[in-house]
């Protein structure tokens, strides 16, 4: 049990473009997911709290108009990544709390 | 603010040694959270064990303990018999306990101890 997916795993693209990224929980309801991001060699920044239902809350100095999050069910929760650059590049990972925190295996995100 | 500090950032053992990863934290809650993860270089983070600060009882699963002392701050992992495949990163966190609503309750990670484990 407490499996959770993303989609997809790897994406390559160009500057400028948008990039969506999901994250499901496969076998349980999530009232609340989690975005992190992870710079090689580094542990992991949490971006944002995802909600069911409401406003993602965003931690300091994450921009909220540039990775834009809904969270429209109880097992889905999305990432948008805005007009990607290349320093938006990176390994993203999304978690969903039953008691604990279970992880996605994470999209790595290159963008050229 | 709370905080989690792994002082080792690589271990290196050889197979079939014992090994502890350090993990000290920093809160002013009563009530909160100890997790740890492994995360291999597959990249995806895999759930270890959660302890509760009201819990300061060690716990044994198979080959991994954990070390809990509240007096200290203290949340120590040892994996015993190391092999191979226990190479990883390996993450503590600390979380407040998340209240009405399931507000709160994010997980503030330590830098991760990079273990590797040569045959």
């Known amino acids: 049990g407490a499996v959770v997916s993303q989609h997809p795993s790897r994406v390559i693209c160009k500057s400028g473009t948008s990039v969506k990224i999901e994250c499901r929980s496969l076998?349980?309801?999530?009232?609340?997911m989690f975005w992190y991001r992870q710079f090689p060699k580094q542990s992991l920044m949490l971006m944002a709290t995802?909600?069911?239902?409401?406003?993602?809350?965003?931690e300091q100095g994450v921009e909220k108009d540039k990775f834009l999050i809904n969270h429209a069910s109880l097992t889905l929760s999305t990432l948008t990544v805005t007009s990607a650059h290349p320093e938006d590049s990176s390994f993203y990972i999304c978690?969903?709390?039953?008691?604990?925190?279970?992880f996605g295996p994470g999209t790595r995100l290159l963008v050229l | 603010a709370q905080k989690v500090t792994q002082a080792q950032t690589e271990i290196s053992v050889v197979e079939k040694e014992d090994v502890t990863l350090d993990c000290v934290y920093e809160t002013r809650d009563t009530t909160y959270y100890l997790f740890w993860y492994k995360q291999p270089p597959s990249g995806e983070l895999v759930f270890l064990i959660r302890?509760?600060?009201?819990d300061e009882q060690n716990e044994i699963s198979g080959r991994y303990s954990w070390n809990f002392q509240k007096s200290t701050s203290s949340f120590n992992f040892t994996i015993t018999a190391s092999q191979v495949v226990d190479s990883a990163v390996y993450f503590c966190a600390l979380s407040e306990a998340w209240g009405v609503g399931n507000q709160g309750g994010k997980l503030i990670f330590g830098q991760g101890t990079e273990l590797s484990v040569k045959p």
């Open positions: 302890r509760n600060s009201f």
């Open positions: 978690s969903a709390r039953v008691e604990t925190q279970y």
């Open positions: 076998d349980f309801q999530a009232t609340t």
């Open positions: 995802s909600n069911e239902g409401s406003k993602a809350t965003y």
